[in-house]
């Protein structure tokens, strides 16, 4: 098998990469929320998630099995193979979801070891409207996983016929994936009519199903994977995980309704739109910009979501009509579902502010002791001596010593530390305006290279 960092090798003839890859594909990590965006939804389901193969890549089973891993749109390129690889292969407003279709004719091989960082949805409602749109783009790939010679082809012989098996196999998987939900559903109701404990044990065995993938990672986690972790330490860890799992699954369970509602929809609407009306098949909003909209209200979660609150109507209903014996059974998830806009609403808003936890009077006075002997050092050591820069270090045995250097983080620190200081009243106004434009005076006064400062100046000679 070729190494993933050698350079492919191209057929012009037959535009085929026949070994190496034109695209890398890293692991893609969920970034850590900034500013307002930070929410319930971000913490839950931005974790540890089972067997997502997108937002935790560890290993392919393609890439083992065959060779070839599957491309998910965040990739290192080859440009020239690349672009060889893809010209004429689709026609102009025909595809929508493109990342496994190039990867397909690119060669995608998975490389682990890297890492990008990806933004996560902060909001419910975002997260659905972005596997909406994957899903109608994995659908848009039907001509081609039917074989249609004519799929898009602007070249003779470059064609749907040039997908391998193992390709459309993919394909077939991302459509497979989409039905899962829908599925679900349907098991989950059908069990509904079964007779006593039949019903029982069909809910039962569909819940866990579902429960399984976000479980995965607290199982894992069981046996300490690591030497020199206290047990004390392990089951902190273990206990944050099982928790974490529960609370995906319930909410996996929660959305459940919605979710195959959505995807049904977008099936729909891919099919009625490739095979009737030939339009709208690029409709696209990013998430960026769903992120822009207004936040999720309980009267539009409602309207948006009011498919997930039918499917629970019409199952309440066919069950109290046909099978009451079991309402006791389906009552608590069609309740859930009647109840998922109201909590997508709560689960997308952002925590509680942190640091509310209240304090006692001791704790405050030895908090607000350690703030100010921490002060303190800036106070005295931050002087005209040293050009109003932070010494690096200020060593007392054996004997004072003050380390006359300073780096960027230090810079950066001490501005801060004035913010901070008359926050706490150590500092007036004119105190922080007076060293804060002395500290910048100096900053723009030192060498840069490129702009860009050294990483250490002596604060006495700069």
């Known amino acids: 098998m070729a190494h993933p960092l050698n350079r492919p090798r191209f057929d012009a003839s037959s535009g085929q990469v026949l070994d190496g890859y034109a695209v890398l594909q890293p692991r893609v990590a969920p970034s850590l929320p900034t500013g307002l965006e930070g929410s319930r939804f971000q913490q839950i389901f931005s974790s540890a998630s089972g067997i997502d193969p997108y937002a935790a890549a560890v290993s392919d089973v393609y890439q083992d099995l065959f060779g070839e891993g599957s491309y998910a749109g965040k990739g290192i390129y080859d440009i020239d193979a690349f672009e060889a690889a893809l010209t004429g292969r689709v026609a102009d407003g025909s595809l929508l979801s493109h990342d496994l279709f190039e990867g397909i004719f690119a060669r995608a091989g998975l490389v682990s070891d890297i890492q990008v960082v990806e933004e996560f949805p902060a909001r419910y409602d975002v997260a659905a409207a972005r596997q909406h749109r994957w899903v109608r783009g994995d659908w848009q790939l039907l001509p081609w996983i039917l074989g249609r010679a004519d799929a898009g082809a602007e070249i003779s012989g470059r064609g749907s016929a040039r997908i391998s098996l193992i390709g459309r196999w993919k394909m077939l998987d991302n459509l497979r994936r989409s039905l899962t939900a829908p599925a679900s559903v349907a098991a989950l109701i059908g069990g509904w009519f079964l007779p006593g404990s039949a019903a029982l044990l069909w809910t039962g065995f569909i819940a866990v199903t579902i429960a399984l993938p976000a479980w995965l990672p607290a199982l894992a ?242």
């Open 221 to 462: 986690a069981i046996v300490p994977r690591r030497a020199g972790i206290t047990v004390r330490s392990h089951l902190y860890a273990l206990r944050q995980d099982v928790r974490m799992a529960a609370t995906q699954s319930a909410f996996l369970l929660i959305f459940l309704a919605h979710l195959a509602w959505s995807m049904c929809d977008a099936i729909a609407r891919t099919l009625f739109r490739l095979l009737v009306s030939r339009r709208n098949l690029l409709e696209w909003v990013t998430a960026a910009q769903a992120s822009l909209g207004s936040r999720l209200r309980f009267a539009g979660a409602y309207w948006r979501m009011g498919g997930a609150v039918l499917i629970a109507g019409m199952t309440g209903f066919a069950v109290a009509s046909l099978q009451p014996g079991n309402l006791w059974l389906a009552a608590p998830v069609i309740a859930l579902w009647a109840a998922s806009p109201a909590l997508a609403v709560w689960i997308s808003r952002a925590p509680p502010v942190a640091g509310r936890v209240p304090l006692s009077e001791p704790e405050i006075r030895t908090l607000r002791r350690i703030a100010r002997r921490t002060w303190r050092y800036f106070e005295n050591f931050v002087t005209a001596e040293d050009n109003m820069l932070p010494p690096d270090n200020f060593q007392e045995v054996p004997a004072p010593v003050i380390a006359a250097r300073t780096s960027p983080t230090n810079m950066g620190l001490a501005l801060l530390a004035n913010l901070a200081a008359r926050d706490f009243g150590y500092l007036s106004d004119g105190g922080v305006i007076r060293r804060t434009q002395d500290t910048l005076a100096t900053m723009q006064r030192v060498e840069r290279h490129r702009g860009h400062f050294f990483n250490w100046y002596d604060t006495r000679t700069l």
